[in-house]
């Protein structure tokens, strides 16, 4: 319709001459034309006066004709078609700016399927992300990555996180099945177990290595964490889906939401019910925490005893990570 609107709109020419306004102007410029010729073959007199002067009334008439209906087509093209047309373009658009807000609020900006290894395009957007936050808020496993995303990032901000807690073996459990689920090769629980216990407590000490990046660390350990990964920034909130039992991969599923989407004010508000538990532990970090101070808050909320050598380990460990994860998801040294 538009189109059609457009030809319209540009050649009313066009238009008058398919009508049977156009067919009857034809019509008298043929009446015209024959009269005009009879008339210069008829002899002086009355006879070829009156034809001459049909013909001629016939020609103005055709000419006025036309330059009245050119214009009266026009002017209703003006009056009726035009404002049609502008209706169903602001109808079209009403419509686009309906489903864009719905998109907006239930369906996620970037979807990215599982992988095996990071997805740099993935990390990089991510990364974007948390440059632009003040704050930003972690609900996982270990806490690994997101302290790794903060060394690695140059801006300053508030964080808050929610980790598994390592005391906890029935809190580990959730997370060690979907390891085991989608390993290539068998492996039993205790193995697994030992594994992400070690992970939480690297997790832990990354977090404090990070601390230089934020103006401010709350930290809480709870023993039973919901199995899929929570980040949220001031523009977006990004869910991994490690409860997505049907595509099991070491870097599962990953959803991105934007703003004053439903998800981001659900998330934001279930994260705030979460880590203001009274029956978790909570581990406050400032850049001046000295690291005795921050040994004894751990071996407080872990329950284990953690010694100097071990803490340089776990510093030479998680300084491997963060190496290995740059590498892998190209985000620079």
Not at 8 to 16: A, C, G, M, T
Not at 54 to 79: K, Y
Not at 144 to 173: C, Q, T, W
Request: with cysteine; aromatic share 8%.
């Amino acid at each position: 319709m538009p189109a059609e609107a457009k030809g319209l709109r540009r050649n009313p020419v066009h238009e008058i001459f398919w009508t049977r306004t156009g067919l009857l102007l034809l019509i008298l410029v043929v009446v015209s034309g024959l009269t005009m010729v009879l008339s210069a073959n008829l002899d002086p007199g009355v006879g070829k006066n009156l034809v001459t002067s049909i013909a001629t009334g016939t020609l103005v008439s055709a000419i006025v004709g036309f330059g009245q209906t050119l214009i009266t087509a026009t002017a209703s093209q003006r009056a009726m078609l035009t404002p049609l047309v502008e209706e169903s373009r602001q109808a079209l658009r009403d419509l686009a700016d309906e489903y864009r807000s719905m998109n907006r609020e239930f369906f996620p900006t970037h979807v990215f399927e599982p992988t095996a290894e990071p997805n740099p395009a993935l990390n990089r957007l991510m990364m974007q992300d948390l440059r632009s936050t003040r704050q930003y808020l972690f609900r996982g496993f270990s806490g690994r990555h997101a302290a790794a995303r903060m060394l690695l990032s140059r801006s300053e901000r508030e964080f808050r996180g929610v980790l598994a807690d390592p005391d906890n073996a029935s809190g580990i459990s959730g997370r060690a099945r979907y390891l085991i689920r989608h390993s290539a090769v068998d492996v039993d629980m205790d193995t697994i177990q030992s594994r992400l216990h070690a992970e939480i407590r690297m997790g832990l000490v990354g977090l404090y290595l990070a601390r230089s990046r934020c103006s401010r660390m709350e930290v809480t350990v709870i023993s039973d964490p919901p199995l899929d990964r929570l980040e949220i920034f001031d523009e977006s909130v990004w869910v991994t889906l490690y409860s997505d039992a049907h595509e099991p991969a070491e870097y599962p599923r990953t959803l991105r939401f934007s703003e004053g989407s439903f998800i981001y004010n659900m998330e934001r508000a279930e994260f705030g019910r979460i880590s203001a538990s009274r029956h978790a532990h909570h581990l406050v970090i400032t850049p001046d925490l000295p690291r005795q101070e921050f040994i004894a808050r751990f071996e407080k909320i872990t329950n284990s005893r953690l010694t100097t050598k071990e803490f340089q380990e776990l510093t030479t460990q998680f300084s491997n990570f963060v190496r290995e994860f740059s590498v892998t998801a190209e985000l620079g040294s």
